[in-house]
T-cell receptor, first 113, second 110 residues
């Protein structure tokens, strides 16, 4: 199974809502990633988990809170978002370490109203 | 901050023609990877070339790497309408991060 799944596919939320994005992989990968992608731009790294521990936080605002409950699951908890946070949120996984190819999920299209 | 620049930003060709896109980067790398993204979807890994390799092939794809010029190119031969997508180069270094270039949008007309 070389698939990374993400739910939901689409999410519309108000600025006072709390929601979560979910990501799952069953490839045995021990590194998982969250990226944010705006239209016509490349993905921007947000967080990296390696062996279920947060290893990289790219100075992401605290209204985004990642969680890695186990080696297969990755969540992104959202609270008090701003309209400019509307974007495609991509999850990816890979073998841990440097330079391995990453497997991406289809993304969650988030709209903040 | 983004590592790479890609050109052209957009490319439109006829089916059957070859498509070449270029990527330049700024710092030392362990490897360089190319990804494809269909509109609004996730990225798909195409090919990885290590810093000590100069050329690599995979099916209709040919990638070159020139570390002295800090540049790479992706050639898609005999293009098909299904190749229409955005293509991103991404560099991997000792930081453990994958840094993406700005991307090239390819349109292949049937």
């Amino acid at each position: 199974d070389t698939e990374v799944t993400q739910t939901p596919k689409h999410l519309v939320m108000g600025m006072t809502n709390k929601k979560s994005l979910k990501c799952e992989q069953h490839m045995g990968h021990r590194a998982m990633y969250w990226y944010k992608q705006k239209a016509k731009k490349p993905p921007e790294l947000m967080f990296v988990y390696s062996y279920e521990k947060l290893s990289i936080n790219e100075s992401v605002p605290s209204r985004f809170s990642p969680e890695c409950p186990n080696s297969s699951l990755l969540n992104l908890h959202l609270h008090a978002l701003q309209p400019e946070d509307s974007a495609l949120y991509l999850c990816a996984s890979s073998q841990p370490g440097q330079g391995y190819e990453q497997y991406f999920g289809p993304g969650t299209r988030l709209t903040v109203t | 901050s983004q590592q790479g620049e890609e050109d052209p930003q957009a490319l439109s060709i006829q089916e059957g023609e070859n498509a070449t896109m270029n990527c330049s980067y700024k710092t030392s790398i362990n490897n360089l990877q190319w990804y494809r993204q269909n509109s609004g979807r996730g990225l798909v890994h195409l090919i990885l070339i290590r810093s000590n390799e100069r050329e690599k092939h995979s099916g209709r794809l040919r990638v070159t790497l020139d570390t002295s010029k800090k540049s790479s190119s992706l050639l898609i031969t005999a293009s098909r309408a299904a190749d229409t997508a955005s293509y991103f180069c991404a560099t991997s270094s000792n930081t453990g991060k994958l840094i993406f270039g700005q991307g090239t949008t390819l349109q292949v007309k049937p």
